[in-house]
């Protein structure tokens, strides 16, 4: 039988683009076509697969959405996603459309639809384990596969909000899909993100202090800073949890959970520290 679509992503069909020929979609059959016969399937799972025929430059494989997954229910990155969900219901109409890219499993795009009732949000990842979590994460989250690095799929000025949450970056492409009026939110760790663990597992990707002047200098051709907000806590970390932060990592996959918990050294509080910006287009 195939598939419906869901009603999330029945908002989306006229801001959607074929990824081929830019023309617009039209559903059925369990997928979405375009006039030109480029057909991409509506998944049992809920998302679209519109990154079809071409390998992902990146994203987490099914065990790293997992730790992602079960890290985040636990709360301890709460305080970053309230301060993400406040700065955007700020920055954007009730109303609004959210674009979050590298969207993983939905989890900051949920709480910010929580706090915006009239909003929508879509979500573009290359994983798709992270798109089934994000296609259930609310009843207005809709999910597309899509490579952050190509162009998007996505109609001119189609986005209230640009959310991009720890995920890679495309700045012409933000400033494309953005309406003139509204706001790209970007959030990522500061040096002492995570301190203890990294010092514990040195095989955890370091941050490297010139990241924040790439940001910079990447973005500052698109876009001026609004304003930014540093989010920083202390929160204690039980064994699973620190599996699960170093799990959804890229180290994951040089590391072994067992090693891991075996070693004893894991920290049982751990520094989280964020800076989160809004800009304006230019
Ligand atoms: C550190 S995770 C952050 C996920 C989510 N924003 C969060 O904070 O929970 C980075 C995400 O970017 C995705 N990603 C990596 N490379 C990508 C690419 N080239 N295009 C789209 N998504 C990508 C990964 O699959 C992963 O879900
Ligand atoms: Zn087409």
Request: net charge positive; hydrophobic share 40%.
């Given at each position: 039988?195939?598939?419906?679509l869901?009603?999330?992503?029945?908002?989306f069909?006229?801001?959607?683009?074929?990824?081929?020929?830019?023309?617009?979609?039209?559903?059925?059959?369990?997928?979405?076509?375009?006039?030109?016969?480029?057909t991409f399937?509506?998944?049992?799972?809920?998302?679209?697969?519109?990154?079809?025929?071409?390998?992902?430059t990146?994203?987490?494989?099914?065990?790293?959405?997992?730790?992602?997954?079960?890290?985040?229910?636990?709360?301890?990155?709460?305080?970053?996603?309230?301060?993400?969900a406040?700065?955007?219901?700020?920055?954007?109409?009730?109303?609004?459309?959210?674009?979050?890219?590298?969207?993983?499993?939905?989890?900051?795009?949920?709480?910010?639809?929580?706090?915006?009732?009239?909003?929508?949000?879509?979500?573009?990842?290359t994983?798709?384990?992270?798109?089934?979590?994000?296609?259930?994460?609310?009843?207005?989250?809709?999910?597309?596969?899509?490579?952050v690095?190509?162009?998007?799929?996505?109609?001119?000025?189609?986005?209230?909000?640009?959310?991009?949450?720890?995920?890679?970056?495309?700045?012409s492409?933000?400033?494309?899909?953005?309406?003139?009026?509204?706001?790209?939110?970007?959030?990522?760790?500061?040096?002492?993100?995570l301190?203890?663990?990294?010092?514990?597992?040195?095989?955890?990707?370091?941050?490297?202090?010139?990241?924040?002047?790439?940001?910079?200098?990447?973005?500052?051709p698109?876009?001026?800073?609004?304003?930014?907000?540093?989010?920083?806590?202390?929160?204690?970390?039980?064994?699973?949890?620190?599996?699960?932060?170093?799990?959804?990592?890229?180290?994951?996959r040089?590391?072994?959970r067992?090693d891991?918990?075996?070693?004893?050294?894991?920290?049982?509080q751990?520094?989280?520290?964020?800076?989160?910006?809004?800009?304006?287009?230019?």
């Amino acid at each position: 039988m195939p598939v419906s679509l869901s009603p999330a992503l029945e908002p989306f069909l006229d801001l959607l683009r074929c990824p081929t020929c830019r023309t617009a979609l039209h559903p059925g059959h369990g997928a979405l076509r375009c006039p030109a016969g480029h057909t991409f399937d509506i998944a049992r799972h809920g998302y679209v697969s519109l990154l079809t025929g071409t390998r992902a430059t990146s994203g987490d494989d099914a065990a790293m959405a997992r730790a992602r997954d079960r890290f985040l229910s636990t709360g301890s990155y709460g305080p970053i996603r309230q301060a993400v969900a406040r700065l955007a219901a700020d920055a954007m109409p009730e109303q609004g459309t959210v674009l979050d890219v590298g969207c993983g499993t939905g989890y900051y795009l949920a709480g910010l639809l929580d706090q915006l009732p009239g909003a929508r949000g879509l979500g573009l990842d290359t994983s798709v384990r992270a798109l089934r979590s994000t296609a259930r994460a609310h009843e207005r989250a809709a999910a597309v596969t899509w490579d952050v690095f190509r162009p998007f799929p996505l109609a001119d000025q189609m986005a209230d909000l640009v959310l991009d949450v720890f995920a890679p970056r495309n700045p012409s492409e933000f400033h494309r899909v953005l309406r003139p009026t509204g706001r790209l939110v970007v959030v990522r760790p500061t040096g002492r993100h995570l301190a203890e663990l990294r010092g514990q597992v040195p095989a955890l990707v370091t941050i490297d202090p010139a990241k924040e002047q790439r940001l910079f200098t990447a973005l500052a051709p698109f876009f001026e800073t609004s304003h930014t907000q540093q989010v920083e806590y202390a929160t204690s970390l039980t064994r699973t949890q620190a599996l699960d932060l170093v799990g959804m990592t890229p180290s994951a996959r040089h590391l072994n959970r067992a090693d891991l918990a075996g070693n004893g050294l894991l920290p049982d509080q751990v520094t989280v520290s964020v800076l989160a910006t809004a800009y304006r287009p230019r």
